[in-house]
């Protein structure tokens, strides 16, 4: 692959932003308000990523096409496995037969196989013609009651509700707070996990941004193996 040093380069990048960009997050979330760094920060790690795989589409064709090669050629991402095979056809023609194992690799994570494709395409989009999408910060609360000689726990999130004459470890829930009544025989926790998400797909922020630099990465060194 002629672009590796760039595309390692690339990653590295993102890596070292996605430690800046934790620290930015927190400040966030504490402030109650998505500060501008945070947005360069994602803007920033997302453009790095897409370079990325526009670089491997380019080495894809010189390594693996014979013909010229088109002055817009992209990484290609599509919806359906018909629009996957119709631009393959017209922008990597005989990928299939000339190197199966780099064409599955790109079929392996085209949206209807991954959705993690489609939604980092989505978003990057949006984040690169327009202003990055606004995140949505969420909280959500986990309770855990537990015993205290160690005799296992049992935890539930805000998906659960629970009615009137309802036990857990022994101990009546009050419907009204959905926690167990006041006692010494159980010990109850509550954790309160507070959460930035994309307005756009419903991805945690960190989670998703994390994930995207280990796919690509990746699907980076697969194609190492094969091109």
């Not at 672009?3 to 927190?26: H, M, T």
């Not at 760094?37 to 897409?50: A, G, M, T, W, Y």
């Not at 359906?80 to 017209?90: G, K, L, P, Y």
């Not at 990597?92 to 190197?99: E, K, R, S």
Request: proline share 4%; with cysteine.
């Amino acid at each position: 692959m002629n672009r590796n040093n760039s595309i390692q380069a690339l990653i590295d990048k993102s890596k070292k932003d996605f430690s800046a960009l934790k620290g930015d997050y927190e400040a966030s979330l504490q402030s109650q308000h998505i500060s501008e760094e945070l947005k360069i920060d994602i803007k920033n790690i997302f453009e790095n990523l897409r370079s990325c795989l526009d670089y491997m589409a380019h080495d894809i064709h010189e390594e693996c096409v014979t013909g010229r090669q088109s002055s817009r050629l992209y990484f290609p991402i599509r919806q359906t496995r018909n629009e996957f095979n119709q631009v393959i056809n017209s922008d990597f023609p005989n990928l299939q037969t000339t190197n199966s194992d780099v064409y599955s690799l790109l079929e392996k994570i085209q949206p209807y196989n991954d959705d993690w494709l489609g939604k980092f395409n989505k978003l990057n989009n949006n984040n690169k013609h327009q202003n990055l999408e606004e995140q949505t910060k969420t909280e959500s609360r986990k309770v855990t009651v537990s015993s205290p000689q160690g005799g296992g726990s049992i935890s539930y999130g805000p998906g659960v509700t629970f009615g009137g004459g309802v036990s857990v470890m022994g101990v009546p829930i009050d419907p009204k707070t959905q926690l167990p009544i006041p006692n010494n025989q159980v010990k109850t926790e509550i954790t309160i996990w507070v959460n930035f998400k994309f307005t756009e797909n419903g991805e945690s922020v960190l989670s998703f941004v994390e994930k995207s630099i280990h796919n690509i990465e990746t699907l980076f060194l697969e194609l190492g193996k094969h091109i």
